[in-house]
């Protein structure tokens, strides 16, 4: 059974920090594109970055570009997300989602296999 649990949300002030991790297990990792994606409260679910099985692509949102950076350790089965100078508009339930297609890199949340449950980002101004 494939499981990806996310960690290290919380309330941070505009300016902040915050890394966010994934956990996966059940899963050969490493043959796994990762995404990271968020949902804010009325909004549809969309996009943040994504990194390749083995690391060596990325791919960012315009609106994360230079704020986020998105990194995997595939001996610990775990895909983090760096977040810097966050902003309220960062608020967000963020996810993590694993594509079986290792080199994709896709925007498309329907061409993610498995999904998280969630972890809550909060910015305040």
């Known amino acids: 059974q494939v499981q990806l649990v996310e960690s290290g949300g919380g309330l941070v002030q505009a300016g902040g920090s915050l890394r966010v991790s994934c956990v996966a297990s059940?899963?050969?990792?490493?043959?796994?594109?990762m995404g990271w994606f968020r949902q804010a409260p009325g909004k549809e679910r969309e996009f943040v970055a994504a990194?390749?099985?083995?690391?060596?692509?990325?791919k960012y949102a315009d609106s994360v570009k230079g704020r986020f950076t998105i990194s995997r350790d595939n001996a610990k089965n775990t895909v983090y997300l760096q977040m810097n100078s966050l902003k309220p508009e960062d608020t967000a339930a963020y996810y993590c989602?694993?594509?079986?297609?290792?080199?994709?890199?896709?925007?498309?949340?329907?061409?993610?296999?498995?999904w998280g449950q969630g972890t809550q980002v909060t910015v305040s101004s």
């Open positions: 989602a694993a594509d079986h297609l290792s080199l994709r890199l896709t925007l498309r949340d329907t061409e993610y296999d498995y």
């Open positions: 059940g899963l050969s990792f490493r043959n796994y594109a």
């Open positions: 990194v390749s099985g083995g690391g060596g692509y990325t």
